[in-house]
């Protein structure tokens, strides 16, 4: 790796020259994903919860034409702020970016790719990407799945939206080897709610657990992730029924209008946050939170 695209807190990097705990984060939840200001105040938080776990937080973003692996506050804001001005950048996208010195908010994908690169092994989200519902005919499949196949990390997430195709996007982690564990549940979660109505692979109930398994899998030198699925607490989880009329309006809408590509996702989740009148934001907020708190107990773990 050129280090040249890359710039490394130095917090994040004595941390882990010392093999301290260290947590990546992405950016796009923070750039497209929920609205100014209270894109900024979550970001601020999951690194306080991170820090209260012991562990060192690393937000990944793209910087004026640099992969940057411990976002400093003054960026962090700058991404929050920006929002949509700042290009949603997945594979695909991040050698071109950085190729015309652009900023980037960074998904799962790319967030795994800078974070790999810096050497972090545990990774934070909401929920990642999928395959899209309707997938046998648009072949609209997110790059994360590819990421988490490729790249070695622990992801922790609350599973995800019913915007995609649950059932599919398992059938895929499956081809690819990439397992899916439940913490401390059996049923994957759907992001806003604790059930989907598919099971997991594996349910693990510690973080010391988990830890061991991707240990065993980095000693076999096998590579790609560990999908971590954490439901959302009980008090924030929402109407199950209520929010899957959301989403189902939210994808017909996006049919309709003939919405594809890396325009898809955005759109949706806009759309149900516009629906649901806001109220999904503060339980997109506090899942994060919890997966946060989850990867900061397993990173401690990895490092004992
Ligand atoms: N799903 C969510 N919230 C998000 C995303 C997905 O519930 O913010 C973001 C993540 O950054 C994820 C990306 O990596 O969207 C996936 O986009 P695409 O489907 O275009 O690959
Ligand atoms: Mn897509």
Known sequence: MNSNYLTI????????????????????????????????????????????????????????????????????????????????ASRRDLAILLSKNSDGATTVATTMIGAALAGIKVFATGGIGGVHRGAESTMDISADLEELANTDMVVVCAGAKSILDLGLTLEYLETKGVPVIGYQTEELPAFYTRKSGFKVDYRMDSPAEIAKAFQTKSNLGMKGSLLVANPIPEAYSMDAALIGEAIDEAVEDAKDRGIHGKETTPFLLAKIKEITEGNSLNSNIQLVYNNAALAARIACELEK
């Open 9 to 88: 807190s130095e917090e994040v990097k004595t941390a882990l020259e010392n093999n301290q705990p260290v947590v990546a984060l992405e950016s796009t939840i923070i750039s497209h994903g929920m609205p100014y200001p209270q894109n900024v105040e979550m970001a601020m938080q999951v690194e306080k919860i991170i820090r209260d776990q012991g562990a060192v937080p690393a937000t990944v973003c793209m910087i004026n034409g640099k992969i940057v692996v411990g976002a400093s506050a003054e960026q962090i804001d700058y991404l929050g702020k920006s929002g949509h001005n700042i290009p949603k």
